[in-house]
């Protein structure tokens, strides 16, 4: 049943909530769309917070050609929608998420047969898994829309290395749908990684920049400094975060303790790029390095918003706390991603100059546009190396 544009409008900024308590999303990543008609859905517009969206931002999208009026741009992704009404006219909600445990298997590339018959009921018989597409990409509509054509009676698609499309009647069955997918791929990857464990470390504190004067938490101390007044004999956390702010554009740090972040922190590795949102809010190929390399680590940070310490977690940054917990969100995904690829001995990752094009678009159109302008990320130079 198809609803007005009010209610439409309302259902779609409900569900965009939805998706960012429940971490179905990182920033302004994902989607979420009504039909209204046999010739109209309302969208999500590109790049705002989902948090604070009102009715007059939810935009209203024609079928057949994509057009809108106004002066707010829809999702990037509006094609995707379009197609899939025009296909599945029994689809009167869509919801484009980047959800934790189903993004994490997408890196496989391989659709998945559904066994249990209750599920089967609400997602259909089959989870396709679609080709890769670069995020906002021709290619990537192509082949979601073939994907929704070849499967007509599949509610639930995985996007290779980027995350899913959830289809269906109404907003609580399209969440049905995202829910069960969800249980499906946590099974897939714990039928296949065994649970991390837990290790004691450090506490290299949180932290947050105003003008001159950085505020740092360690072990549940709080005390303000001066980025231009931190000295050798002071707490080496202390000169850890004085000298990351003097050296980059942000404005919070975050000690990332999460026991699978701490696990990849102990294999030594380099978090290569396997997901879209990974390369585009983290950055390209993350190292690992000592937490005594104190000028090292402010200089990596440069280029990515996140560096792992050795054996301790990782360090994550950002313009806002928002920016620098979705950096420790995705990074948490890259290492569980890692975790499975090693497991199942896959060898597809995304390649380099997609994940550079990604980082810098992301950098200087789409993270400015949800923070208002306000603290513009630096322009990421281009490291060829």
């Not at 109404?170 to 946590?186: G, Q, S």
């Not at 094009?357 to 990320?377: M, P, T």
Request: charged share 25%.
């Amino acid at each position: 049943m198809k609803n007005s544009i009010e209610e439409a409008k309302k259902d779609v900024i409900k569900a965009g909530k939805i998706l960012v308590e429940n971490g179905l999303i990182a920033r302004t990543w994902g989607n979420v769309s009504a039909r209204i008609s046999d010739e109209q859905f309302v969208i999500t517009p590109s790049g705002l917070a989902y948090e604070t969206l009102i009715p007059e931002q939810i935009v209203i999208v024609n079928i057949a050609d994509c057009s809108y009026n106004g002066n707010i741009k829809p999702s990037s992704e509006k094609g995707i929608h379009a197609d899939t009404y025009k296909l599945r006219p029994e689809v009167n909600f869509i919801i484009h998420t980047h959800q934790l445990m189903a993004s994490v298997i997408s890196i496989e590339g391989k659709s998945i047969n559904i066994e249990n018959n209750e599920y089967r009921e609400i997602l259909g018989e089959v989870i396709p898994c679609t080709d890769y597409g670069m995020s906002s990409t021709k290619k990537l509509r192509k082949k979601v829309s073939e994907a929704v054509s070849n499967y007509p009676d599949s509610k639930a698609f995985i996007m290779k290395n980027h995350g899913t499309i959830c289809m269906g009647y109404n907003l609580k069955n399209t969440f049905d749908v995202a829910t069960i997918l969800e249980k499906i791929a946590e099974e897939k990857y714990k039928s296949t990684i065994k649970e991390n464990e837990s290790h004691p470390i450090a506490d290299y504190g949180n932290s947050f920049r105003q003008g001159n004067k950085f505020t740092i938490t360690i072990s549940g101390k709080t005390a303000e400094y001066s980025i231009d007044g931190v000295f050798e004999d002071m707490p080496k956390e202390v000169q850890l975060h004085a000298e990351i702010y003097k050296k980059n554009n942000i404005s919070n740090i975050l000690h990332a303790t999460d026991d699978v972040i701490v696990e990849f922190s102990r294999t030594g590795r380099i978090l290569k790029p396997l997901l879209d949102d990974l390369v585009q809010i983290a950055g390209i190929n993350i190292q690992t390095t000592k937490s005594s390399n104190i000028s090292g680590i402010a200089k990596m940070l440069k280029k990515k918003n996140a560096i792992f310490l050795e054996k301790e977690g990782a360090l994550c940054t950002g313009v806002t706390k928002a920016d620098a917990e979705a950096v420790v969100m995705v990074l948490r995904k890259g290492c569980l991603a890692d975790f499975y690829s090693s497991a199942r001995k896959l060898t597809d990752q995304l390649g380099l100059i997609d994940s550079y094009i990604q980082r810098i678009v992301y950098k200087n159109k789409y993270s400015k546009i949800k923070d208002n302008g306000a603290g513009a990320a630096y322009v990421e130079k281009i490291d060829r190396r």
